[in-house]
């Protein structure tokens, strides 16, 4: 049984970093893609940082060159370092998991596994 569940969400001003944090159960993180996807209220979910199994990285041109995705393969976690964030970042923050390569990274119904989300609030 997978289970993902994320952590770090928080209230920070613009400008200002946090880290999220998705733990990763039932299934190894160096084995599988994993996906950061956010959801501001009244708006489609998102795609916004994809780690693919062998390192490969990819992200929305809204965080790229602020976020950046990693994971810990030993503890089973992937991280999500969002710096200079911006009011316009306000959202649930969602961690993904599945085989899932190449430029529709993006598509959350590729994905199979999902977190119950963290909320990120930027004022």
């Known amino acids: 049984h997978v289970q993902l569940v994320e952590s770090g969400g928080g209230s920070v001003q613009p400008g200002g970093s946090l880290t999220l944090s998705c733990a990763a159960s039932?299934?190894?993180?160096?084995?599988?893609?994993m996906a950061w996807f956010r959801q501001a209220v009244g708006k489609f979910r998102e795609g916004i940082a994809h780690?693919?199994?062998?390192?490969?990285?990819a992200y929305a041109d809204s965080v790229k060159g602020r976020f950046t995705i990693s994971q810990d393969d030993y503890n089973e976690r992937v991280w999500l370092q969002m710096n200079n964030l911006k009011p316009d970042d306000t959202a649930m923050y969602y961690c993904?998991?599945?085989?899932?390569?190449?430029?529709?990274?993006?598509?959350?119904?590729?994905?199979?596994?999902w977190g119950q989300g963290t909320q990120v609030t930027v004022s």
């Open positions: 993904a998991a599945g085989f899932v390569y190449g430029d529709t990274w993006f598509r959350e119904d590729d994905y199979n596994h």
């Open positions: 039932g299934v190894t993180t160096g084995t599988v893609c």
């Open positions: 780690l693919e199994s062998d390192g490969d990285e």
